[in-house]
């Protein structure tokens, strides 16, 4: 097998050869373009949508600069409606919202556009 190796590398390579290479790079490329289309589709649902799993679930972050960046993660979680399932995308505490679906858990609660805690 080793010698099969070298004796390839050390030969001169055919058009055929170059061409196979060719088409195996490009089928390689549409494969891993394909993938990342494929994942970037999951992570479609919006704030307050209903998900089974966090991947689902849209990450972005609004432009406003007063909320830290680490406190816009987007969780698959329950956020204390029962009209709109078990699951839904949603932040916890701190995270930016604009209805009350947005925030996770059923103390939390979207004032002034950030989620809070209710004691």
């Known amino acids: 097998m080793f ?4 004796r390839l590398m ?3 390579p055919t058009r055929r050869g170059i061409m196979r290479g060719a088409a195996l790079a490009a089928v390689s490329a549409l494969g891993l373009a394909r993938s990342d289309a494929a994942e970037a589709r999951h992570a479609l649902i919006a704030l307050g949508g209903a998900c089974r799993h966090t991947s689902q679930c849209l990450h972005h972050a609004p432009v406003s600069r007063r909320v830290r960046p680490s406190r816009q993660a987007v969780y698959c ?11 839904n995308c949603c932040r916890y ?3 930016s919202c604009e209805r ?5 858990g059923s103390r939390h609660f979207c004032r002034n556009r950030v989620c809070t805690y209710l004691r």
């Open 3 to 6: 010698d099969t190796f070298i």
């Open 10 to 12: 050390a030969s001169r």
């Open 77 to 87: 979680a329950d956020n204390g409606f029962r009209y709109d399932g078990a699951l």
């Open 93 to 95: 505490g701190g995270g």
């Open 100 to 104: 009350d679906e947005h925030c996770c």
